[in-house]
């Protein structure tokens, strides 16, 4: 990523032209070993035409930065960009032939090739570099290097804004691709949706009061609104971005299982089939897994809340205060388990689907993953609301356990006396709309970078240890190899804390939102500032998942898609309920519980779910009609792709001037630099004229001499070099056991 | 249409090269007037570039006969090609530039060419003859002349068949186009379905009885699964008659009110636009206009159910047997003037609405029409069903008309004593499946057939009348002027039988077809039999309508659309009203009436929606998946045209050969003829060759010397021919007016 390069400010930032880099892990295998490893590592690189640099990582790893050619690069994107067109999710073909070298757009179009170079099947003309996957387990990280002047520019002006643009969306996407921006564009839809029942709820707080028939109305009225909004938003920044469609070419997982390969006789594409009806049937799994999921965690925590309940309620014995807690805490140990235990099946069962493509995959993925949030989220609070309050008073005297023991008889008074709380669940709702939020976003933001910024500490401390071991050491040679250059130092430790960093999943982000959809959905009636606290939390959470996204995380591969998922499903599924549930809570909560007749609640129920099929249907279609610009406008855009390729080839005299509408706006290097265009003058004061994008065929290197400097080595040395660095870490790390056992 | 001419086999059915007939009746007007309306008409014609004959029909009118220069014709039919292809229609560019002349695919292709010059504006280079509206309201009919052969053989191998082919569909659409085609289709895959529940309703009348859980919910499920297979199987058609998303290219209605006209930005098109968002609120008065309807409709219907029970139940005084029918009898005497009136109130509605196209402009009236023809059709056995057995015992006591009157004093026994009976809502269901049907099919098919047949003696006993009185006119030569040449005389006598035929509305056949459906979800748990009835009567309906359509009604312009209409939606509605109605039926209808509770009801009705819901998802996504086949294959194919285009671009050397994927298959004329291509050999069994299609410019006719002659007259004269016609006719009408005073 060269394109901040040269411009004084980012000195510190510069990423030296290093398009991609991979950590390679040794540390499990022996010298030999790991040798011959490495070597075909940096082989199938150069055999893709990449080139290679190599430096020493944490521990017993290696830092392999690669940079592609920036010929090689053009070429790349642009058959990315022919390939768009002919699968039909652009409409205007590209100027010049396949082996024309385009420009990239934006640096999200540029890494997405460096990563296709890097992970492609070789056969495609990538590397086939897979981590931890396979040939390539050692291979444990592997990612883009982040654009740090771009990051911290746009915290900055985020800071200064409310509500993000849908220039500053086209920012995110142009810095880590469409599946990134998808989730900011959907956060910041929905927090702007939500200013309607946060001012709704201040409104009823102060004059409704909870359980309002109003207020519920205004509710479902509004989640089904948003949904079907943000439906139509999602299919016009697909347009926008022209990633409509773009799951047609996704290429085949390396685990794919084709039953037959077969010549498409129509557009002579060779397609891999695997029979649909055969997916379908696979995938019926999912209803025993949901089932065995929901018996699962729905059990544990129905014990959970009965033991919660009883030593609550009924419970007088010693350490009260302390056991009252046990349950939950019991609960959130066994947890993780359960979860990995059914992330496990859930993992397999989506193997044995067999997917053609990693979005499909990942899409199958995320919607057990669903399935299982939605679970773990949602069921304590419907128990609550529709078990423990309704039918406390005839449920809870079961829990007598202590009775049937024999070992307390006075308890049944108690149990006659009981009397069920029936604001538990009001204050459940508060819990979930402030402390729980606040909580959650504590839990991943901020632990996260407490728990990176100790273990660098640790780190650092155990480095300048193995510095003192390295003083005592003998082999000087290898020692001054793992000394970094000065003038690369801080750039690898930049990268050094890039490759520890997690991964980012934007899955979880989007999830995490539908779910707190989903307690203002189904809970949203009980207590009319849950909007307001969601706002609230949502304008630190929009920042604080940015910050996490620069700081904390790898940069992302800059992945196309054209939705946020199946949380789109989740979304309906969710404003389906949460009428359902709003209906219910207000038909019960609202007068005195022991006048509620079943009849009349079905009822209630009943008619509730006409009226959100009705109002479903008439927002879907109004919505529609109201907003159909964008697609009309893509309309416009194929008939005037058409149109010209008509007049072109009509009149052939014309043709050079204009060929079939493939006028493609080309876009400077410069403004592609800056993160936003009116930044540009703050970045070239001196009015220099901007860095030329035609480069030489031999990839002579623009921008600063010590990136210059970096890329200097003969690409050839490289896998010699990685040799003896492996073997000055692995030596290094004899002498650390050595000093280690001395001391 | 002379695409039969020359066969010798259809020298009575020859069409003689004419195109389109209209029907001028200038009975209201004087001579004057309707001379200087008819000139202007004529001009009108020849203007468009169409070449026109004119004779005389029935009573005060003449026929004109309109054909268009075939290098006229050809044009436009590649002008429309291109159009479609710019639009995106298509996705191979028709050869050839815009002055190509094309020859037809299909008859139908022709048709709509010929339908575009006689109807479409002036500026797009039609003549703007609007039947029956504004200028033109004195042309009274509109149509081209039917394929006698191809019809009658078409009649023939359906009868040989039981189930129609795809190709028997294509058939359909290359004679009447798509929107007829898509009603065959929809009956044909509707009644080949209907064969599951005809097995399983056998089945369960032998073994399982009325009201059946089982059958009830295999009838749920399976109409589910029809109506997700049908929009499978629409789109699919779509797709193979190349008319998907053809409601983009509509013209805009005359009718029209546009805001403003706007030059797109993109495209370069002048659009006319009318905000969606205000067409939307207009539309909300769709529901003030249902719920009206329904009271009117409904009022009604209640009434009459209310008197026809009282009097068949309660009443015992004279005439009983005559009085029972009163009430249905009265109810059927003023319903067409309710349903005329409410018809009024939504043309009105939908003409302010205010849509771009014809299309959109009968959608939102059939739209209407469903919802009126809902509640005639299923209100009253829905009365039947969940009013008048379930409360019977309560409510007929307050029909008591006669005790509040005083007139009669022992009917407070008769109440007393008064049992509902039960079975009459499956007498009702029984019906609907066997009379109904039966009564309907006759109503439909043979009363317009008998009717027309009498109409016909009774012109000919006038005719002959008109005749005698002829032989004691005075004006000789006006006299033969109205006899008919006799090498015309079969033709012209066809001509007039057709020009006084119906207009063919499919609308109205593919709404019965929806009204059977819903009598099926419905209420077809109550008789298991009722499938089998349907499947019965459908087999004679697709008969009886093809042999409505070619033999009693005008040939319909071939409109294109891609779907069945606002019935999809309709079907969608029942299907998920059947499956609550068929849970609520099941449950009341099983056990004992007086044990039902209303929970309990609604608890069956909540879970079977929630079934349907679930269901339908399923089903949705299952068939998607296993029925992709087709969009695969579109898929491919615009694959196909960009990959060729791009191979011809890139190498702009081979640009001839292959002009962007360019290639169209050339269908022969001779093909074209015949409606099976097997059927080839019997019409030229000579071996003679196929007549060419390429026509020298001047539009030398083919076929038979009858046709030459037909057209033989100077087109130039034709306004004079008809104008000698009308004084011939008017003073005809003085002389047979001055005959019948005589007599």
Redesign the interface.
Known sequence: MSWLAGQGSGEENDNLGVDWVLQYDFGDLDQAQAILEFRTLVADLHEAGLRVQVRHGHGSSLLVCIRVPRDHLGQMIQKSR?KD????ITHS?PTG??NTTADPETPAEQIRSVYHAVTWQKKLGGAGITPNHGKWKNVTASFPLHDQDACSELLRQWNRKTVLTTQDLDTIRALFGEKVAFYYAFINCYSLFLVVPAVLGIFGWLYLGPYSIIYGGALCIWCVVFVEFWKIRESDLGLRWGVKGVD?LKMDRAQYEWEKEVT?P????VVHVFP??K??LRQLLLIPFASIASVALGGLICATFASEVFISEVYKGPFKGYLEFLPTVLFSLSLPAINSFLTGIATRLTDYENYRTQDLYDLAQTQKTFVMNFITSFLPTILTAYVYVPFGKSIIPLLDILRWTGLNSDTAKIYREFEVDTSRFQQEVIYLSMTAQVLSFGEEIVLPYVKHFLWQKWRNYRDRKAGLSRKRSLSKASDLLLIDPLEEASFLKRVRSEADADEYKVEDDILEMCVQFGYLALFGVAWPLVPLGFLLNNWLELRGDFFKLTLECQRPPPIRTDSIGPCLLGLDLIAWMGTLSTAAIVHLYRGPMSEV???YL??T??VA?QAY?ALRFITS??LQ??F?DALR?E??????V??G??EA??S?AE?STS??GRVRQRVRFHERVNVYPSSDSNHSPDGSPSPTIEEPHDDVLRGSDREAEFWAGPSSDTAEAGVKLIRALTSKAGDDAKWTKEA
């Open positions: 022919i067109w002919l699968f039909g073909l032939d396949e047609r498409d129509i557009s002579g594409q649909g009806w997916q379908f007749r079943l009849s079905l009822l129920i009943f779910e099929l279609t109004a009609k109201i159909s406008r309309e416009a855009r194929r008939y005037a058409r149109k390729f008509l080839s009509t052939p043709k060929p079939g």
